[in-house]
């Protein structure tokens, strides 16, 4: 499985981006998906998930009401819109994918995750 992101880039605090992650190499239905961002002398965090089995989405407080997953099986494609951002959201961002059912809580830690796309550099200026 090859996990391709893009849509990276320098935008104004309170501005938008929208992240996408291409799957190739399986069925893509299947994967449950997320987004992780790692900003500079930080661990990995977890932004937001779903899970493929019923397509619940979760996200992580911090981005709650400003960020928006959604999937299109047709495109084998997982979007992470991004709205009202700002320069703590500085961070590169990695796509997920794991075939693995797990309980909501699961999906926040990287360890879950089978396969990484490499990585999409979102800048916030101030």
């Known amino acids: 499985v090859q996990l391709q992101a893009s849509g990276g880039g320098l935008v104004q605090a309170g501005g938008s981006l929208r992240l996408s992650c291409a799957l190739s190499?399986?069925?893509?239905?299947?994967?449950?998906m997320g987004w992780f961002r790692q900003a500079p002398g930080k661990e990995r965090a977890f932004v937001a998930a779903i899970r493929s089995a019923d397509r619940n989405i979760f996200y992580a407080n911090s981005v709650k009401g400003r960020f928006s997953l959604s999937r299109d099986n047709a495109k084998n494609t997982v979007f992470l819109q991004m709205n009202s951002l700002k320069p703590e959201d500085t961070a590169v961002y990695y796509c997920?994918?794991?075939?693995?059912?797990?309980?909501?809580?699961?999906?926040?830690?990287?360890?879950?995750?089978?396969?990484w796309g490499q990585g999409t550099l979102v800048t916030v200026s101030s």
């Open positions: 190499g399986g069925t893509f239905s299947t994967y449950s």
């Open positions: 997920a994918a794991t075939r693995t059912t797990y309980n909501a809580g699961s999906y926040y830690y990287p360890n879950n995750y089978d396969d």
